[in-house]
């Protein structure tokens, strides 16, 4: 089962993981130096990019009542009130990162309201390195 | 649902004599697929939107200048009774509205094909009622 903070967050239906962009930043050298340099284009590496993971899948439930409330709980995750906090994003298949954030909760589209009710989502996580009151 | 013993067949209250047979099929116009990280097969998939079209084959006596056509909505109700006997007589009607009409000439003579597309009442009503009528 996958978790993150230890909550089945998306264990009502399918959903895969996928590991976003892996990279080091560069920025061009004249915005960090200041240099005229007009000959020749360069640039400075400024660190890795921090980490980022997207969930995409489909919440499932017996009613519109039961798919927002899995959508209520994923947003809950996504506030800064009371305490926007890191946690462990697991896979339940023996990957996990730790120390990263629930960023974005975003719908696929409207509620599908077949034999059940469902609606596809996209949930971004993200390690957030720089220090924030 | 296949319907060859059509009888009492009618559309927006004009009566469509001849029938040979009407068919009822129900076709998933959005099918919602989704695959896990555990392997290759499907593990959810659902319905959320169905199209039910029906299909009139009706026999003409004679020529035609007018009928139904694309775009006309109405109830399309007939009966039905499994075997021709009164035992088990069932009673369908469904809203619907006229997709296309076409004609063929056989062997028995002029063929009408009459295709519909059932419209429901509200969004979770099953379009097509069945009501037993003995």
Redesign the interface.
């Known amino acids: 089962m996958s978790s993150f903070k230890g909550l089945d967050l998306f264990g009502s239906g399918p959903h895969r993981f996928r590991l976003g962009l892996r990279r080091q930043r560069l920025l061009p050298e004249f915005l960090v130096t200041g240099s005229d340099n007009r000959t020749q284009f360069k640039s400075l590496p400024i660190g890795n990019e921090e980490l980022s993971v997207e969930v995409t899948g489909r919440l499932v439930g017996a009613d519109d009542g039961a798919v927002w409330s899995l959508l209520d709980a994923i947003e809950a995750q996504t506030s800064l009130t009371p305490t926007w906090a890191p946690g462990v994003l697991d896979t339940g298949r023996g990957q996990s990162w730790g120390d990263i954030f629930l960023v974005e909760l975003e719908t696929a589209g409207p509620f599908d309201r077949g034999r059940v009710v469902s609606v596809g989502y996209r949930v971004y996580f993200q390690r957030v390195e720089g220090s924030f009151a | 649902m296949l319907v060859l013993d059509a009888t009492k067949v009618s559309f927006a209250g004009s009566g469509l004599g001849g029938a040979r047979l009407i068919a009822v099929d129900r076709v998933a116009a959005?099918e919602?697929v989704?695959?896990?990280?555990?392997g290759p097969h499907v593990?959810?998939a659902?319905?959320?939107?169905q199209r039910v079209t029906l299909k009139l084959v009706r026999r003409l006596p004679t020529g035609t200048l007018d009928g139904p056509e694309p775009g006309d909505e109405g109830a399309l109700s007939f009966e039905t009774a499994v075997g021709r006997t009164d035992g088990s007589r069932s009673s369908v009607s469904a809203q619907a509205v006229v997709t296309k009409v076409q004609h063929g000439v056989t062997r028995e003579g002029v063929e009408q094909t009459i295709s519909f597309v059932a419209v429901s009442s509200a969004?979770?009503t099953d379009p097509v009622s069945v009501t037993a009528l003995s």
Not at chain 2, 34 to 38: G, I, L, Q
């Open positions: 959005t919602l989704s695959f896990s990280d555990d593990v959810f659902d319905v959320p939107q969004g979770a």
